[in-house]
């Protein structure tokens, strides 16, 4: 059983930043695409950016590319989201997510990814 633990999420002003991090347990984390995703109450979990299991692909969301880096340190078994410009449009709970099947491209569909974290809250404030 893979647990994913986030942290780094809080309340921040408009234009400010957060970064999220996300460690995963277990010993193949270097073999999995990760993602990020978040959701508001009473909306569909939504995809926010991926990492290839190497880390030397990512990809994003069209609402957060130019604000939002993924990245990853495999030595580490952590996952990034680093946060900037950040809007009011943002507040989320933000989850991380391994990609399902190792070895695995990426995939902007959260019902291919297997395992989650608890979340985190990030609040814009306006």
């Known amino acids: 059983q893979v647990q994913l633990v986030e942290s780094g999420g809080g309340l921040v002003q408009t234009g400010g930043s957060l970064r999220l991090s996300c460690t995963a347990s277990?010993?193949?984390?270097?073999?999995?695409?990760m993602g990020w995703f978040r959701q508001t109450p009473g909306k569909e979990r939504e995809y926010v950016a991926a990492?290839?299991?190497?880390?030397?692909?990512?990809d994003y969301a069209d609402s957060v590319k130019g604000r939002f880096t993924i990245s990853r340190v495999n030595t580490e078994n952590t996952v990034y989201l680093q946060m900037n410009s950040l809007k009011p449009e943002d507040t989320a709970v933000y989850y991380c997510?391994?990609?399902?099947?190792?070895?695995?491209?990426?995939?902007?569909?959260?019902?291919?990814?297997?395992?989650w974290g608890q979340g985190t809250q990030v609040t814009v404030s306006s």
């Open positions: 997510a391994r990609r399902r099947g190792y070895y695995r491209e990426y995939d902007v569909n959260p019902y291919e990814y297997d395992y």
């Open positions: 277990g010993r193949t984390f270097d073999r999995y695409a």
């Open positions: 990492i290839s299991f190497r880390g030397d692909s990512t």
